[in-house]
């Protein structure tokens, strides 16, 4: 069995929750980054979807939009 290093640093939860404070502005901060992130996720999937099924599509204008779309994005 190998010797594992010591630890150059040990984690203090007291040091640490008293540095960062956490106030008001960082839990919205924290509530926004979660809000964008989900809505970012949510109408990328919508608009893939669309995308997908435009590019099966029998109308060849939107076949043919929908694949210069992912062409460009690729």
């Known amino acids: 069995m190998t010797d594992l290093p010591p630890l150059i640093a040990a984690f203090d939860a007291d ?4 540095f960062l404070k956490p106030d008001a502005t960082l839990w ?3 509530w926004t980054t979660v809000y964008v992130s989900v809505s970012a996720q949510v109408v990328g999937t919508v608009l893939g979807l669309f995308v997908a099924l435009g590019g099966m599509s029998k109308n060849w204008l939107a076949r ?6 992912v062409w460009f994005f690729r």
């Not at 043919?64 to 779309?69: A, K, N, Q, R």
């Open 15 to 18: 040091a640490f929750w008293h």
């Open 64 to 69: 043919f939009t929908c694949g210069v779309y």
């Open 28 to 30: 919205k901060a924290l």
